[in-house]
């Protein structure tokens, strides 16, 4: 994994500086053929949503926003379309829309505290206990086509709200501005302002931005 994905060994002394001066827990992840796989962390499992490194979900939305931002119009569609099962949900489809675009011009992405974290890891967990060669993607397929962008990340982020927040996560880039991993901080104890939201992804996307620069 180290010499296929080099931001590992370059992103984990930048963001475990971070972290440990936020308090909080880390993790570095990828798209890999169309799931989102959990590469390195600093814990095995902390509260709400951290998967263990090797486990992955699908690339669907709302699910990797952060990846999907920077990208054309058609591969946010497709990006969309992959959550669908039955009739397109035009309402649906422009909140994932906008959850993109908020990312894209904010640089990070919120998730926020719902039930739809607990059913991810339990579906996660439960087939890797259970059966071998499961990895519980069906299960949570089945769960991303019946959640909105509303019920997994923040969209609009105003500073005096307070939230719970389940992660903050920045995007790396490659040289030809491809997003090709995100440093995540989780861990949050306590609500948080939108101000204070903001600071951190401020100097979140700081470590994500020296990850990228050196990686090119």
């Known amino acids: 994994a180290n010499e296929r994905f080099r931001v590992i060994g370059v992103a984990s002394a930048e963001v475990t500086k971070l972290a440990k001066k936020l308090g909080v827990e880390w993790n570095i992840s990828a798209p890999i053929g169309g799931y989102i796989v959990e590469l390195a962390a600093s814990y095995r499992r902390v509260p709400f949503f951290g998967l263990d490194v090797g486990q992955k979900v699908p690339f669907v939305a709302p699910v990797g926003a952060v990846y999907i931002a920077w990208s054309s119009d058609e591969e946010i569609e497709e990006w969309i379309q992959r959550a669908e099962s039955g009739p397109p949900d035009d309402a649906k489809r422009e909140r994932h829309r906008q959850s993109a675009q908020a990312i894209r011009i904010r640089g990070y992405s919120i998730g926020i505290q719902s039930e739809v974290y607990a059913k991810i890891l339990d ?32 969209i609009e982020l105003r500073a005096q709200a307070h939230h719970h927040v389940v992660f903050i996560a920045a995007p790396v880039f490659d040289a030809a501005r491809r ?33 990228s620069e050196a990686l090119m």
């Open 123 to 154: 579906a996660v967990s439960s087939t890797t206990r259970s059966a071998e060669g499961d990895d519980g993607s069906e299960q949570v397929l089945g769960i991303l086509r019946g959640t909105s962008s509303d019920d997994y990340s923040l």
């Open 179 to 211: 997003v090709i991993g995100a440093l995540t901080l989780l861990g949050f104890s306590a609500p948080l302002s939108g101000n204070d939201i903001n600071a951190i992804g401020q100097r979140l996307l700081q470590s994500a931005g020296a990850v």
